[in-house]
């Protein structure tokens, strides 16, 4: 069918929109069509256009095959859509899909990124045969939610079982040991790597490194490893130092590392973005200011804070400040009633997180409506306590927002988890299972 390879080739090709309009323009739309376009919106970014698309083939009567339920759960993940994996995951187990190795590892994925790892735990244990990826997916999801002793426990039972770990289970360890503060075990598997499995580290293993031992705060240490390196660090290693520095509050170590970026030549606006947290953190606001227009000349934009909960199988998303949700003014009102709460516990916001050079109180309505702010407030409304409440955002969650939310797990008496771009937090009565630590 030549209208399928036409779609195939905008999927592939990345160009989503015409994708899409070639499909609704269709007179004939098999399992295939729906296919490619699912599978186009998922790989590009465009996650609430597939589930649509999905939702679509339901109703006309054309049954989903293994191939689609692949596309559609990395779909679910990416929004933190529960009630859609979940969904997905019984129609896969009633149409025999689960015996296929590829559909468990990705349900795997799924459950980890929705905050289920209990349950992405389960469908590993039944898995009738294990692949390497499903053994990393597992690593890897106990990595992000700061689980690292469990990652290693896991690694040491695939070890057990004669499966030779590759390159990328050594990146789910690290990045895994990084998030749980685990330095000692993150050095003793990059050395195992050199010396007593033959995997050789490349630059991502590197970085992981970098980002290892900047975290826990071992700046020095992480600029000698980078001085030993067997070749040039690139961007994203510089990038990983920088950000250690934006944690530590070192601004003349962050400083050098932003020269060497922009020597390299920056390859996005997360580096610009560091370096003016850092002098706003400091109260330099000339040299913060300084960073943002060159961040502008050179024609980078800041991403916008973005965060989505679902709420009944529909996924709501807001952006920091939004009062575009019908449910606006609601909103706004739990978030007032829960400042003076939090006041009430000792709150201050954290105004260094404001970039603008703008006065305390205005800071702290800045701070008050940022995205996972927001989402966690309708959260509140919409659900009945004590139902625990899952956001995601697209960005890491800031300090202040962190501090916030902690607080509002004890006012709300609720488990709170966030998904951001690092990690994911649980906060339980006033603590994050991070341990502020990420």
Partial sequence: MVGNTLLSMYAKCGIIDDAISFFNEMNQKDTVSYNATISGCSQNGYAQEALHIFHKMQLCGIEPDLATMICVLPTCSHLAALQ?????????????FIKDTSICNALIDMYSKCGKIDLARKVFDRMEKRDIVSWNAMIVGYGIHGLGMEALWLFNKMQATGLKPDDVTFLCLLSACSH??????????????IQGINTVPRMDHYICMVDLL?????????CKFIEKMPFEPDVHVWSALLAACRIHKDVELGEEVSKKIQGLGSEGTGNYVLLSNMYSAAG????????????????????????????????????????????????????EELLVDMKRLGYRAESSFVLQ???????????LYHSEKL??????????????????????????????????????????????ASRFHHFRNGVCNCGDFW
């Avoid at 993150?186 to 195992?192: H, V």
């Avoid at 407030?377 to 139902?387: N, Q, V, Y």
């Fill in 180 to 193: 749980s503060g685990l330095v000692i075990e993150g050095k003793q598997l990059f050395n195992s790597m």
């Fill in 357 to 367: 050079d703008v006065e305390e109180e205005e800071k702290e309505r800045i701070l």
């Fill in 284 to 335: 330099r606001w000339d040299d913060a200011a300084y960073v943002r227009i060159e961040q502008r000349d050179q024609g980078f934009k800041k991403s916008p804070g973005c965060s989505w909960i679902e709420i009944n199988g529909v996924v709501h998303a807001f952006v920091g400040g939004d009062r575009s949700h019908p449910q606006s003014v609601q909103i706004n009102k739990k978030l």
């Fill in 214 to 222: 900047g975290r826990a705060g071992l700046l020095d240490e992480a």
């Fill in 375 to 420: 989402a966690i407030a309708f959260g509140i409304i919409s659900l009945r306590p004590p139902k625990p409440i899952l956001v995601t955002k697209n960005l890491r969650v800031c300090v202040d927002c962190h501090t916030a939310i902690k607080l509002i797990s004890v006012i709300t008496k609720r488990e709170i988890t966030v998904r951001d």
């Fill in 84 to 96: 859609h994996g979940t969904c997905a995951h019984g129609y896969s187990i009633v149409c025999g």
